[in-house]
């Protein structure tokens, strides 16, 4: 007898984990800032394109509606980030459960126990694919098919032979490159909604007995071999009696790439302490993968501005807040002269530490040649500096009313309350 695929260990592995009340209490914060950043995304060029192509499809089409509230979750870059798997579990997995529970009449538990198994196997499957992948890969949009096609088995109750094959037709959909980056274009909606959407396609085709590679992860004309120089395969499986990953997942205060904020958080400490207007020269030192996502000294565009470490140190030094209005035309302008003094380069300890730890050093050089220094181990939102449920809620709220939202406390209480397992709300 062969051993079990991978994909099987997965499906094993994350079945017999034991979910805990708080454990449903922290996927409900997780759910609310997914969501909430969905209806935000209504508010955008991108979300306007996507909410006219909506009006094209069958409401009752669970698939569809995945990949329309998937692409909105990650057009403003405020939703969650998994350092570890540098996968942003929450646009793809919740999309994808949400559509499914609302078809399926499934109520809170059931659903947030499907957040917690898609947020697991898109995290575990983003941990082994190696550092390389994230080079030319992104991947939310590679590794979260996998997360979402768990998320819609849980919810089907599809049993273990039936999950492996929605797991494996979710894999081979899997796609996503950063060439949107050199152009600014809309494309990193797109991931995040077709990943969703493959999930949900994949399970639901499971459900009918439609087959799909057991070993599509590491067979030799598979997933890791196709994409992988550098894989890790037993990141899949390894410490199976750890939190859930879902615990371990970052919540971004800033409407920036995740990559910028320990320098935000940084810069806005020296803003405490620099006099307005004395700044001569700034430093940012932080680890490769910020440096090959977000080094962009002219920003052109508010999305451009979101990826440049630049433009976010400028910011976080200027403005009291950095919110939306930070990366808009005005601020690009007001910020342009100070973004020029800011230079960034990869330094240690950051280096190492990447990707279990994002952090970031900022220093500044005032006028008279004093330096000030402020480095951060961790970001904002991080496990090890985590949002309190009320800063999320407020977050939560900031975003519901961005996108239009008349009354979003009532909202904000309905989808926390599914921690109590009442019926999922439905969205305005």
Same mark, same amino acid.
């Given at each position: ?10 499906? *094993? #592995?994350? /079945? ?13 914060? !997780?759910?609310?800032?997914? =969501? ?6 209504? /508010? ?12 094209? @499809? ?9 990949? !329309? ?13 998994? %350092? ?15 559509? @499914?529970?609302?078809? *399926? ?10 957040? !917690?198994?898609?947020?697991? $196997? ?13 080079? #030319? ?11 979402? $096609? ?5 919810? #089907? ?59 599509? !992860? ?17 990141? @899949? ?58 080094? %962009? ?48 380069? @990869? ?23 004093? %330096? #000030? ?16 449920? =009320? ?23 309905? =989808?926390? /309350?599914?921690?109590?397992? *009442? ?6």
């Amino acid at each position: 007898m062969s051993d079990p695929s991978l994909t099987q260990q997965l499906t *094993e #592995l994350i /079945a017999a984990k034991p979910v805990a009340p708080a454990d449903l209490e922290h996927a409900a914060l !997780l759910t609310l800032d997914a =969501i909430a950043n969905a209806l935000a995304g209504r /508010a955008s060029e991108p979300g306007a394109i996507l909410l006219r192509w909506a009006e094209t @499809v069958a409401p009752t089409d669970a698939a569809r509606r995945a990949f !329309l509230l998937g692409a909105l979750t990650h057009i403003l870059e405020t939703d969650d980030l998994h %350092r570890t798997s540098v996968v942003h579990p929450g646009c793809v997995v919740v999309p994808a459960a949400w559509a @499914v529970a609302t078809r *399926e009449g499934i109520r809170g538990h059931a659903m947030l126990r499907a957040v !917690l198994w898609g947020f697991e $196997a898109a995290t575990r499957v983003g941990m082994a694919v190696g550092p390389s992948h994230y080079r #030319l890969w992104h991947n939310t949009a590679t590794c979260g098919p996998y997360g979402s $096609a768990m998320a819609t088995a849980a919810l #089907l109750r599809l049993d273990l032979r039936s999950t492996v094959h929605a797991l494996g037709n979710a894999g081979a959909q899997s796609a996503g490159l950063w060439q949107f980056l050199e152009a600014g274009t809309m494309t990193k909606h797109l991931h995040a909604g077709r990943a969703a959407e493959a999930g949900v396609l994949a399970a639901d085709l499971a459900r009918h007995g439609f087959t799909g590679p057991p070993t599509m !992860l590491e067979g030799a004309k598979g997933w890791f071999a196709a994409t992988c120089p550098d894989p890790d395969p037993g990141a @899949v499986t390894r410490d199976p009696d750890g939190p859930w990953q879902l615990l371990l997942t970052s919540v971004k205060p800033w409407p920036s790439c995740r990559h910028t904020h320990p320098a935000i958080d940084a810069a806005q400490e020296l803003r405490r302490r620099v006099v307005a207007g004395t700044v001569e020269q700034v430093e940012v030192e932080t680890y490769p993968a910020a440096l090959d996502v977000c080094d %962009r000294p002219s920003p052109q565009s508010d999305y451009e501005a979101k990826f440049s470490l630049q433009h976010c140190v400028a910011a976080a030094l200027n403005r009291e807040t950095v919110d939306f209005a930070a990366f808009a035309e005005p601020a690009r302008r007001e910020l342009a002269a100070l973004r020029k003094q800011v230079t960034a380069r @990869v330094a240690e300890p950051y280096a190492s530490a990447y990707p279990k730890a994002w952090g970031s050093a900022v220093t500044v050089t005032v006028r008279g040649g004093e %330096r #000030l220094t402020v480095w951060r181990t961790h970001a904002k939102g991080d496990p090890e500096a985590p949002l309190t449920p =009320i800063e999320l809620i407020t977050k939560a709220r900031m975003l519901m009313i961005h996108g239009g939202v008349s009354k979003p406390d009532r909202l904000i209480d309905a =989808i926390l /309350a599914l921690s109590d397992d *009442e019926a999922l709300p439905e969205l305005p």
